[in-house]
T-cell receptor
């Protein structure tokens, strides 16, 4: 089976812009979770989608949003980018409620 | 609420010597515990998981971990380190969320350095 894929792998944006990241889960996995990884805060849970519904959400501002499509692919959107949003964004899929498998991540740099 | 504490932020070993990465957890119920590894500029790869079956869990690349409830520990070991083991290792506990599904809570990571 193909693993979790994330696109793009690298992004450079400027403050105030918005960005959309994409995640394709492992075939058959219906749960997709997003995490933010930064040197200062480590790995933090953003949200989880299951069957096109946001099922759980971490402690991030409303500028961070997402959605899931009927084929389980998920997108994450960050609006009004801030310097502090620079991070590695990781997507993970699971055959709920089992183990989560991670993609390679999208490295976002905000200038 | 659940949490994990990785007791060492950096560990340095010589190639061919044993590896020990320490992790303590806190959970109000029987947890599922994982170790993930992250190589530079890569995503997270699952090494092994504990889900209340055998307390000694064998993973990939010769790694294993032992669940000790009395000590609330889940230390990762490998008998003989290889240069390719140099990476960051994360101890992870899952928690069942009220909306269903689960959320991973990560430790702060241990950077493993392997020297010749």
């Amino acid at each position: 089976k193909a693993g979790v894929t994330q696109t793009p792998r690298y992004l450079i944006k400027t403050r105030g812009q918005q960005v959309t990241l994409s995640c394709s889960p492992i075939s058959g996995h219906r749960s997709v979770s997003w995490y933010q990884q930064t040197p200062g805060q480590g790995l933090q849970f953003l949200f989880e989608y299951f069957s096109e519904t946001q099922r759980n959400k971490g402690n991030f501002p409303g500028r961070f949003s997402g959605r899931q499509f009927s084929n389980s692919r998920s997108e994450m959107n960050v609006s009004t980018l801030e310097l502090g949003d620079s991070a590695l964004y990781l997507c993970a899929s699971s055959f709920d409620p089992d183990t989560q498998y991670f993609g390679p991540g999208t490295r976002l740099t905000v200038l | 609420a659940q949490s994990v504490t990785q007791l060492d932020s950096h560990v340095s070993v010589s190639e061919g010597t044993p590896v020990l990465l320490r992790c303590n957890y806190s959970s109000s119920y029987s947890p599922s515990l994982f170790w993930y590894v992250q190589h530079p500029n890569k995503g997270l790869q699952l090494l092994l998981k504990y889900t209340s079956a055998a307390t000694l869990v064998k993973g990939i690349n010769g790694f294993e971990a032992e669940f000790k409830k009395s000590e609330t520990s889940f230390h990762l070991t490998k008998p003989s380190a290889h240069m390719s083991d140099a990476a960051e290792y994360f101890c992870v506990v899952t928690g069942i969320l009220t909306g269903g599904g689960n959320k991973l809570t990560f430790g702060t990571g241990t950077q493993l350095k392997v020297e010749l």
